[in-house]
């Protein structure tokens, strides 16, 4: 028998890189590892509704067992890949057994980074990246009435609303001047720090942590830079990720913060492809893209199961993502650094409206809030040629599809 396509990572990429091969009629072995104990499950509800209580671990899960057996996807779980022998073409796995590949996707996603802060491992003070993370933030929520979240990023401000609904006292630590400075616009930051405080967090900005204070071995503080210190039970970092690289770095694959990638997800060795969030896409200017998304992972598994299997789709980015704070739903398509002109669509006081961003005339980004036509339209201009203009933008009796250049 040939050897298989392995996918190493069992998370939303990896999964869709073995749906994708068997949708492109592949019909050799697919196997797809995953070092956690839990079938494919869906991320973005850790951070919203699972905590909540509104979705349940059941429901996160994206494939049923029979699935895997219907498309003959051998699933593994719990193993973990130690190394990659990109000559031999053989993995090693943590019990010593190893597995050949004809071709390898690494699908291994990134890890939440820790702050370098004292007593940052106390019992209470968690990360939220996998959903062992989000059930040991569950089983401990009861027992707190402060809650401190280090890091004003998405992941942090859901747990912060997350928080606010459950009850509990919650304050965000921001180092930079604003919320979510990486990504969203200063107007998009501003409109996250009225909405956190209206609905009573607290927010410091400029602010950072310098240790975690506990009694026993558990944190009973946060203490500041400044020296204040704030009440804590639970300490949750949402402060980034490092993107899982080493294992291709080690096997001679060209790394550059995360494992460099064309647009069809295939890495410096001919045989091997990495997607999602531990790979970046090498651009034509020579810059590097890293998104952190759903779409990315699973845009980019198509893009590399496609091009295993002979066919050209290139990952073309027109990037979108979406975040639920409170009642609000944002989403964005497209990147927004970079702009030189900003319409407002719609009424900011409504709280229904979009932020319409161009660079010299042309449209590059929508930020949608509680408005998803505006989004949806938003993809589709940015897929292709568009005429949107700013003027056309802010008219609210004109239909942004109505720009598509077909
Ligand atoms: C709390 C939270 C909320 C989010 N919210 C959103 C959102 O609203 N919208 C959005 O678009 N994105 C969101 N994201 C991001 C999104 O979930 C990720 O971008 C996406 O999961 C990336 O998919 P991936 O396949 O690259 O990696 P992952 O889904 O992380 O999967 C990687 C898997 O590989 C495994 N692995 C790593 N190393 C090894 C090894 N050596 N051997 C075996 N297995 C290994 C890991 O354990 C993991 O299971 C959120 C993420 C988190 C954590």
Redesign the pocket.
């Known amino acids: 028998m040939t050897n298989p396509i392995v996918i ?7 999964l869709q890189a073995a749906e994708s091969l068997r949708t492109a009629k592949y019909d050799g072995e697919i196997i797809l ?4 104990a839990h079938a494919p499950y869906n ?2 509800p ?3 509704s699972f905590l909540l209580g509104e979705c349940s671990q059941e429901q996160l899960i994206i494939r049923q067992p029979a699935v895997f057996d219907k498309k003959k996807i051998t699933l593994k779980t719990e ?4 190394k990659i022998d990109a000559t031999a073409q053989v993995l090693t796995c943590a019990d010593g057994s190893s597995i050949e590949y004809k071709k390898l996707i690494i ?4 890890r939440a980074r820790l702050a370098p802060i004292k007593n940052v491992a106390a019992q209470g003070v968690h990360c ?3 959903l062992d993370d989000a059930l040991k933030i569950a089983n401990e929520m009861d027992d707190v009435e402060h809650l401190v979240v280090v890091g004003g990023g ?2 942090g401000l ?1 747990m912060a609303a997350v928080a606010r609904k459950l009850g509990k006292k919650v304050t965000v630590v921001e180092y930079s001047e604003r919320l979510m400075s990486r990504v969203v616009s200063p107007m998009v930051s501003a409109y996250y720090k009225d909405l956190h405080e209206s609905h009573g967090v607290n927010i410091c900005l400029n602010s950072s942590v310098s240790g975690v204070v506990v009694e026993g071995d558990k944190v009973s503080a946060v203490k500041l830079q400044s020296g204040d210190e704030l009440k804590a039970e639970m300490v949750v970092l949402g402060v980034g990720v490092s993107p ?1 690289q080493e ?1 291709a770095q080690a096997a001679g694959v060209i790394c550059d913060g995360a494992i460099v990638i064309n647009n069809k997800g295939q890495t410096s060795d001919s045989n091997i492809y990495a ?4 790979s970046a896409q090498k651009m034509a200017d020579g810059s590097l893209l890293r998104l ?6 699973v845009e980019m598994a198509k893009a590399a199961a496609g091009d295993i299997m002979g066919l050209d789709k290139p990952f073309v980015a027109a990037p979108w ?4 704070q409170y009642d609000v739903k944002m989403q964005m398509v497209g990147l927004s650094g970079g702009y030189d002109e900003v319409v407002v669509r719609g009424d900011v006081q409504s709280g229904s409206f979009s932020y319409v961003y161009f660079k010299d005339g042309e449209l590059i980004s929508i930020d949608s809030l509680n408005q998803s036509a505006d989004h949806m339209a938003g993809r589709k201009l940015l897929a292709g040629n568009n005429s949107l203009t700013p003027k056309l933008a802010a008219d609210m009796s004109c239909n942004l599809r109505d720009a598509v250049i077909q």
């Open positions: 190493i990572g069992a998370g939303q990429g990896g590892i995953g070092e956690e991320r973005p850790l951070s919203k193993v973990r890949i130690e699908a291994t996603g990134a939220i990246r996998t998405f992941i859901e899982n294992l997607i999602g969030d531990c952190e998304s759903v779409q990315n992972a993502f979406w975040s639920d």
